[in-house]
């Protein structure tokens, strides 16, 4: 299926349905939760560059935890959590060091 669309049911068979009903709301569950790790995410990187340290310090944290989160719900992989946070810790604390 492409990324997006509804899932398309060939038989009418109520386990069918249901099956498809169901990934239909977990698609929209991981959507919802992908969109809150990418927004929060971008928020920081816009903290950093913009050299606000104080609202970069305190969104630090909750991205962290948001991006722990997809993970362990599997809308994330764990490598690619990892690699995320990694790379806003290292932005984060480079702006530190760079602003004292």
Known sequence: MAQG???KVKKKKKSVLKRAAQARQRAEVNRANRT???TMMKRLRT???SGDSTAA???L???MSAIDVAISKGVLHENTGNRYKSRLALAFNGAKTAKA
Request: glycine residues 6%; proline residues 7%.
């Open 47 to 49: 903290a950093i560059t």
């Open 61 to 63: 944290q909750p991205t």
């Open 36 to 38: 809150r790790v990418r």
């Open 5 to 7: 669309q509804a899932t």
């Open 57 to 59: 310090g305190s969104l």
